[in-house]
């Protein structure tokens, strides 16, 4: 099943050997044979063929950002699930769980799954009756344009970095698999994404990405059924995992958290239940336009209500496909002397080339390798390439809508033709693209890509949820008080980072213990943040005049009168759906204790 090739081979056909002729190559674990290299040919043409196809159905602005609005409940929850499903997830928290044990898996439910049914059946009407084409155009509805300005700018900028993630997570599977040169690879595997966003819009990004969640599914299901059938099972794993290191608790969720010291991610409970469970998780699933940009494309508010709820099913069960292939690496994979491997992180391979060494970033596509044959392999590929095709893609859409309506609008031209902004948004996603190639390179000197990535949502995600929390359900809230609490949130954010990164040792006061590690720190960081946007927004409020209850419909809890829904059979509804999503997820935690 595991086929090593030390050197570049030309026996993977002409497609490969002109790519190695181009590249820089380094060695490589596989070589591709003509059959990996149809799959892979094949599912680029696809994607080129939808962006094309799609083209001349994205003359508006509004079918260019929001894809006409004509999306069905089904398509939008795909679509939700599928924009964050991006090569980042798939290999950072492959490689977390590798890290930290199945503790990785809270991100998956107690990190989304409350927070996708709170959009889904609070917030959705809001911001679905309201109109708006973003999260800062609802800003500046209930804030006015400052707290727009202000959020629409900390996310792009967001946006950017995380775009430059997915890109580095791809160039990283072509290094690791194919012997790629990386820069090389990060110019090769953006082109694709920038012609057909470009070309069709969110409707192109929104179909290409529920055939990206059909493929990443299919490829990525080999990795754990073959490695479970490797482990004995998931009884022959756990023991294996505890007989290879008898000092760390990698298989339990709750357990271990009630001390820093007592897990290998050296967080608390405190910090995964109101650090991760609602801080970031609510800051990124209510608030992030790239997930709620296709929530809004829905085309019915019962559509735009129940998409979130769907979205929640499938969000459960990707651990199955991410993190378990990092437990199974804990046991399956070994050096050619048959030695355990031990993975490291990214700077530690950065300051010692040539030895040799992997990244726990490097786990999934190693795992690929071990376990998929000629045709599989590239199957397993193309599901790598779709992830970080689905989350690049995710992330220029959303920062083109972004640009163009929110900054470039209101700051640049105001009172051009509809058609204008339609180009503007075509060439801001290739701005998008060219820049996100810098941030890629940001990434090499992060330890591992998921401690990068919650970094970024503790920066801007968490002041921006407490904003938009005070601005939704606080009819007292005022223009001022939003401006100066997101800016404050956003600014003490930032500079407990950088306090932590001039003094190391300050981390025992952001985090509330000497034994904190990196991701509680993230954690306590946007709690603090979150706290900071809440009171400061509350004083200025108290100090100033809210406007009048009338002004406030559609954009304030008890002020808005919502549209009425006609009834509908049970098995339509997304109260019972939302319930028994509770259900499960409550079942989950208590068997994975």
């Not at 336009?289 to 929640?312: D, E, H, K, T, Y």
């Not at 070994?334 to 391979?349: C, R």
Request: glycine share 10%.
């Amino acid at each position: 099943m595991l086929e090593l090739a030390a050197t570049a081979t030309t026996s993977g056909g002409l497609v490969s050997s002109m790519m190695a002729s181009l590249a820089i190559g380094v060695p490589s674990l596989a070589h591709l044979s003509p059959l990996d290299i149809a799959v892979i040919v094949i599912y680029f043409a696809m994607v080129m063929w939808i962006g094309f196809y799609l083209k001349k159905r994205a003359n508006t602005s509004e079918e260019f950002f929001m894809a006409g609005r004509e999306m069905t409940a089904w398509i939008a929850g795909l679509s939700f699930v599928s924009a964050n499903l991006g090569s980042l997830e798939l290999m950072g928290w492959a490689g977390s769980a590798y890290q930290y044990g199945i503790l990785a898996a809270h991100w998956y439910w107690i990190g989304a799954v409350p927070a996708m049914l709170f959009l889904g059946i609070v917030m959705m009407p809001f911001y679905y009756v309201s109109k708006t084409h973003s999260v800062p155009g609802y800003l500046k509805l209930r804030f006015g344009q400052g707290s727009s300005i202000v959020a629409a700018c900390s996310f792009a900028f967001m946006t950017i970095l995380m775009s430059g993630v997915n890109m580095f997570s791809m160039a990283l599977v072509m290094k690791v698999v194919l012997g790629w040169d990386i820069t090389f690879s990060i110019v090769i595997s953006s082109l694709a994404v920038a012609a057909y966003v470009a070309l069709g819009g969110l409707r192109s990004a929104i179909f290409n990405e529920v055939l990206q969640f059909v493929l990443i599914w299919g490829g990525a299901l080999l990795v754990p059924i073959l490695g479970l059938i490797e482990a004995h099972g998931w009884t022959g794993l756990k023991a294996q995992i505890i007989h290879n290191f008898p000092t760390q608790d990698y298989l339990h969720m709750w357990k271990g958290v009630g001390h820093f010291s007592d897990n290998p991610m050296g967080v608390h409970w405190t910090g995964i239940v109101f650090g991760l469970g609602f801080v970031i998780s609510f800051g990124y699933w209510t608030t992030d336009f790239l997930v709620v940009q296709r929530v809004l494309a829905a085309n019915s508010l019962r559509s735009a209500r129940i998409a979130p709820v769907i979205g929640s099913y499938f969000k459960m069960a990707v651990p199955f496909i991410v993190i378990l292939p990092g437990l199974l690496a804990l046991v399956v994979l070994h050096n050619p002397d048959g030695s355990l491997m031990h993975l490291v992180g990214e700077d530690v391979v950065s300051a010692h080339p040539g030895m040799g060494l992997h990244s726990y970033n490097e786990v999934l596509p190693l795992m690929l390798v071990r376990y998929c044959s000629p045709g599989l392999l590239g199957l397993g590929i193309t599901a790598l390439i779709a992830g970080f095709m689905s989350g690049m893609a995710g992330n220029v859409s959303a920062f083109a809508a972004v640009w163009t309506y929110d900054i470039y609008q209101p700051l640049i031209n105001k009172k051009a033709p509809d058609q204008h902004y339609v180009s503007v948004g075509r060439w801001a996603t290739i701005l998008g693209v060219v820049v996100s190639i810098g941030a890629a390179y940001l990434v090499m000197n992060a330890k591992g890509i998921m401690d990068y990535v919650q970094a970024l949502f503790s920066f801007f995600i968490a002041p921006l949820l407490g904003s938009i929390l005070m601005g939704m359900f606080w009819k007292r809230a005022t223009k001022a008080g939003g401006f100066w609490g997101l800016l404050i949130g956003t600014i003490t954010s930032i500079g407990l980072w950088a306090w932590v990164k001039a003094d190391p040792s300050a981390l025992r006061y952001v985090a509330i213990s000497p034994d904190a590690k990196d991701m509680a720190e993230n954690m306590y960081r946007a709690l603090w943040s979150f706290g900071a946007t809440v009171i400061i927004t509350f004083v200025v409020s108290m100090f100033g005049t809210a406007r009048p209850v009338a002004e406030l419909n559609g954009l304030v809890y008890g002020a808005t009168k919502l549209p009425k829904e006609e009834p509908v059979p049970f098995y339509k509804n997304e109260w019972y759906w939302a319930a028994l999503a509770v259900v499960l997820f409550l079942a989950l935690n208590i068997i994975f204790w």
